[in-house]
């Protein structure tokens, strides 16, 4: 059984910082794509940021455009972890946000049935 687990998360005030980060447990896999999203209550999963990699290490990430310049996602290969960092957090960034892990090739991957894997969530809250 392969699980995605999320730290990081908490209560920040708007316009301070908060990093989270992604890890795989369990069964071990291989995956060169992995995203961010979150979900707020009484709406649906959002993208926020992607990030694929190759074994040469280039790597590229694809921000939603309302975290763009804000939010930086980001790999460490040695732990095999995915981090987010959100800066200037605003109240509309308060979700619960969810990693994942995409094994195959799919068109987009800023949809959330591109992705294989879901971590159980971790909340951000943000406070004005």
């Known amino acids: 059984q392969v699980q995605l687990v999320e730290s990081g998360g908490g209560s920040v005030q708007a316009g301070g910082p908060l990093s989270l980060s992604c890890a795989p447990s369990?069964?071990?896999?291989?995956?060169?794509?992995m995203g961010w999203f979150r979900q707020a209550p009484g709406k649906e999963r959002e993208f926020v940021a992607h990030?694929?990699?190759?074994?040469?290490?280039?790597?590229?990430?694809y921000y939603a455009d309302n975290v763009k310049g804000r939010f930086t996602i980001s790999r460490d290969n040695a732990k095999n972890t995915v981090y987010l960092q959100m800066n200037s957090l605003k109240p509309e960034d308060t979700a619960v946000y969810y990693c994942?892990?995409?094994?195959?090739?799919?068109?987009?991957?800023?949809?959330?049935?591109?992705?294989?894997?879901w971590g159980q969530g971790t909340q951000v809250t943000v406070s004005s």
């Open positions: 994942a892990a995409a094994l195959s090739y799919f068109s987009d991957y800023a949809v959330p049935r591109a992705y294989d894997y």
């Open positions: 369990g069964r071990t896999f291989s995956s060169s794509i």
């Open positions: 990030i694929k990699w190759s074994t040469t290490k280039w790597s590229t990430t």
